[in-house]
């Protein structure tokens, strides 16, 4: 933390956390943005700029997401995310560089607001403060990285927070500390990706969070992955009715907007899916290579979303892991192409007998 003649550098309280932690001290805020897989996977944040009170319930293959929002403040929004993925983007940066991190962190303003395509003004200083303050009033519980015995974790996405002031009020610097679920979800290598930089200039919250969507699931794979537009919406924790987010998807495809991937809209009798496909111009450097689907009449395509009916495949609330896509095809062969339908029973069976995990 930086001092001058003008203010002494601000203590923890007796009662704070920050006590028992040694402050990770950001020393740049340069490094290649990371993102949560958990966080790019579930519906943990608002969609709009608007404020939302009303909870985030979801829950599918087994997993439960419960997000609520003070009604002062509202819910964190997938813009307030940006203090989360900037998080994590510097302490991927610095394990990679043999230092330790922290979950307290002790950081400039400008380093952040810098880091994630911001100006600096005082406006956007007063607008990071009020994010901060619904990352802190924002509580989760959630099932996701649980043990066998304690099922359930409830946190909220920034423990405490404060800020460095001179005199005359100029903010100098800030500390948070962040909640051990996310932190532990950040040191597992496994659990984050790399994203694309220009992610921080997206305007828009759907688009914002197709992008992280596309991102964790069609990954690098040629085939991307296919969704049905009623799982996706649910997917999303959105207010929107079904049929304005349809919509937006729509728009998007349109515009061929979202960073890195191609969108096509597909129809399989009344229902509306979405195929998310991975351009050669992508910017984002594989860290891991993803585990490639093959499908006769697809290279390398994920499906998710349906269920098997008597005589018709139908919305779902779970959704399954690349395994089951495999073993139907070993089943069936690649010979000829065959419908997204039948693909999709194929998966379905094979959930049957093998299980499957969200």
């Known amino acids: 933390m930086l001092r001058d003649d003008d203010h002494r550098i601000a203590q923890p309280s007796d009662t704070s956390e920050r006590r028992n932690l040694n402050p990770f001290v950001v020393a740049t805020g340069d490094a290649s943005p990371r993102d949560q897989r958990d966080l790019m996977e579930r519906p943990f944040f608002s969609l709009a700029k608007v404020k939302r009170v009303q909870p985030i319930l979801y829950e599918s293959g087994g997993v439960r997401v419960e997000v609520f929002g003070m009604a002062e403040y509202g819910m964190a929004t997938i813009w307030d995310a940006d203090v989360l993925i900037w998080a994590a983007s510097q302490i991927v940066a610095a394990e990679n560089n043999g230092l330790r991190t922290s979950r307290f962190f002790r950081f400039t303003p400008y380093q952040l607001l810098m880091a994630v395509g911001r100006a600096t003004g005082a406006r956007e200083y007063r607008l990071l403060k009020n994010a901060l303050i619904r990352l802190q009033s924002t509580a989760i519980r959630t099932t996701i990285r649980q043990g066998e015995h304690w099922r359930r974790h409830q946190f909220s996405w920034i423990n405490e927070w404060e800020e460095l002031t001179t005199r005359d009020g100029r903010v100098e610097g800030m500390e948070f500390v962040l909640p051990d679920w996310f932190y532990r979800g950040v040191i597992d290598r496994s659990l984050v990706l790399a994203i694309d930089p220009a992610y921080f200039r997206l305007t828009g919250g759907i688009e914002r969070w197709l992008y992280r969507v596309a991102r964790k699931h069609a990954g690098h794979q040629p085939g991307g992955w296919i969704f049905e537009v009623a799982h996706l919406h649910q997917k999303s924790g959105s207010l929107a009715r079904i049929s304005d987010f349809a919509l937006d998807l729509r728009r998007i495809a349109a515009r061929q907007s979202l960073l890195g991937y ?59 892991n690349s395994s089951s896509l495999t073993h139907a095809h070993a089943r069936h062969g690649a010979g000829a192409a065959r419908s997204i339908a039948d693909v999709l029973r194929d998966m379905l069976a094979a959930e049957d007998r093998h299980g499957g995990r969200s």
Do not use: C, M
């Open 262 to 320: 191609r969108l096509d809209i597909h129809r399989d009798g009344r229902r509306e899916l979405l195929q998310i496909r991975p351009l050669k111009s992508s910017t984002v450097p594989v860290e891991k290579d993803v585990e490639t689907l093959v499908t006769s009449g697809a290279n390398g395509i994920g499906i998710s979303g349906a269920k098997r009916a008597p005589d018709s495949i139908e919305e779902s609330n779970r959704e399954y």
